[in-house]
């Protein structure tokens, strides 16, 4: 079975993407298959992989309203993602009428299963439809939160999603883990915010180490490449491993490497 996880919260900026892209590294880096699909119509993926979005002629946009085969591309570092485009913006309108919306990711999905141990979504920060057909489509919701002031707003309105995406469509949706982010251990008030969220959310999944907040995500994202790529002794990659490890926990064959 591949563990499908969709990475989101509807909260813009809190380190989505940036996760996708250095998850997904840390578990090729643990022998798995894995591969990282960009749902945004904003492409921060595609762009962070290096990819000339306004030269794409196939994007995850033809796979969802078209019926094609997910437009797969080799990354340099032993993941392959699934890239789009603002194009991909049509598919919000488009899926309101589309027969069968639900189940689009899920059926484009379904022939590369065998492929991969593990997928990673990339979701917008709303919750759309493309957001809705990503909850139904997965086995489980990685959610980052940053530790800021605005953290508690987005869980209330995450656990909101969550319950709908489970009632009318997913029972077997779980969380993964929570993942704080953008996180100064030097300031009071995210350490509050951190405490407090793996206080309120550990019942219902593991609450992580926290992503320091780092301008040099910023840079390896300007180089395209993963952090541990870009600044293979940089503190945050041993948080970014622990994600890694979870989510390879979660996989039904082994808690070790399939290789
Ligand atoms: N831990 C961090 N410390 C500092 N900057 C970070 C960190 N993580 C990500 N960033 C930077 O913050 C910006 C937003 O990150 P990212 O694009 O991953 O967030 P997102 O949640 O996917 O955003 P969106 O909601 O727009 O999709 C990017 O410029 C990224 O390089
Ligand atoms: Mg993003």
Redesign the pocket.
Known sequence: MTIITSVYNQA???????LVQNVSYHLVELGYRVLAIDL?P?S?LSAFMGIDRAELKKTVYHSLMQDEPLPIIKSAFGFDFAPANLGLQNAESELVTADMKEMRLKDALEPVLKDYDLILIDC??QLGNLTYIALVASTHILV?IATQFKAFDSTELLMATYKRARARANRSLKFAAFVP??YDGRNLADTRVYKALAEQLSELAPVLDP?????A??DA?EKRQPLAVYQPRHP?IVPLKKIAKRLAELCPTTNQSPN
Not at 12 to 18: A, E, I, L, N, Q
Not at 211 to 215: L, Q
Request: charged share 10%; hydrophobic share 30%.
């Open positions: 813009g900026g809190v380190g989505k993407t940036t945004d904003q921060t917008p920060p980052p982010t953008m992503i320091p907040r780092s301008v995500f910023v994202s945050a």
